[in-house]
T-cell receptor
Framework: KQEVTQIPAALSVPEGENLVLNCSFT??????LQWFRQDPGKGLTSLLL?????REQTSGRLNASLDKSSGRSTLYIAASQPGDSATYLC?????????FGEGTQLTVNP | NAGVTQTPKFQVLKTGQSMTLQCAQD?????MSWYRQDPGMGLRLIHY???????DQGEVPNGYNVSRSTTEDFPLRLLSAAPSQTSVYFC????????????FGEGSWLTVV
């Protein structure tokens, strides 16, 4: 059974700092990995999708990497802003199922 | 540009009552799924569908029923509500079941008393 772990559970940083969120998984037989953002009281918004054959994806200030051999993915956020405050979740697709980590709650302080 | 629409947004049920959470998408997606999100448990898959007429169980299917008569709609039925079903429910869809971005609804907050 796929298990997904996100560390840390919460992170507080000052505005402007570069930061890295971590996601680890136990089964490397995945089709893809997605990073999501969830704002309080809202649904999830997909930020980046990395196919299993890819190593990284970039969108604006966000960069996600995937290392299947070590069972790890990272989400790098450059020059963080207060508007980046949210919970960030990673999720892996294998078969027809999406398995989520519990998320990292990020607070960016002005 | 509606995307994935869930109704109702909030609902309070008494133990033993039944109800249906509605989910509709207007993107002609084949894959639809239901998750519940609980503190300390993350999001867990309840049921999913890879196309009209095809459904399958996820990680926590007990107490829930689904059907997929059309591509657009994927309702989730609570057969006899229990306090353990108090949760936030999310519907999601994607073009196919693998290799595609997944879109989520805004969520349905359900309280069973």
């Amino acid at each position: 059974k796929q298990e997904v772990t996100q560390i840390p559970a919460a992170l507080s940083v000052p505005e402007g700092e570069n930061l890295v969120l971590n996601c680890s998984f136990t089964d490397s037989a995945i089709y893809n990995l997605q990073w999501f953002r969830q704002d309080p009281g809202k649904g999830l918004t997909s930020l980046l999708l990395i196919q299993s054959s890819q190593r990284e994806q970039t969108s604006g200030r966000l960069n996600a990497s995937l290392d299947k051999s070590s069972g790890r993915s990272t989400l790098y956020i450059a020059a963080s802003q207060p508007g980046d405050s949210a919970t960030y979740l990673c999720a892996l697709t294998s078969g027809s199922r999406l398995t989520f980590g519990e998320g990292t709650q990020l607070t960016v302080n002005p | 540009n509606a995307g994935v629409t869930q109704t109702p947004k909030f609902q309070v049920l008494k133990t033993g009552q039944s109800m249906t959470l509605q989910c509709a998408q207007d993107m002609n997606h084949e894959y639809m799924s239901w998750y519940r999100q609980d503190p300390g448990m993350g999001l867990r898959l309840i049921h999913y569908s890879v196309g009209a007429g095809i459904t399958d169980q996820g990680e926590v299917p007990n107490g829930y029923n689904v059907s997929r008569s059309t591509t657009e709609d994927f309702p989730l039925r609570l057969l006899s509500a229990a306090p353990s079903q108090t949760s936030v429910y999310f519907c999601a869809s994607s073009r196919t079941d693998i290799g595609n971005t997944i879109y989520f609804g805004e969520g349905s907050w359900l309280t069973v008393v």
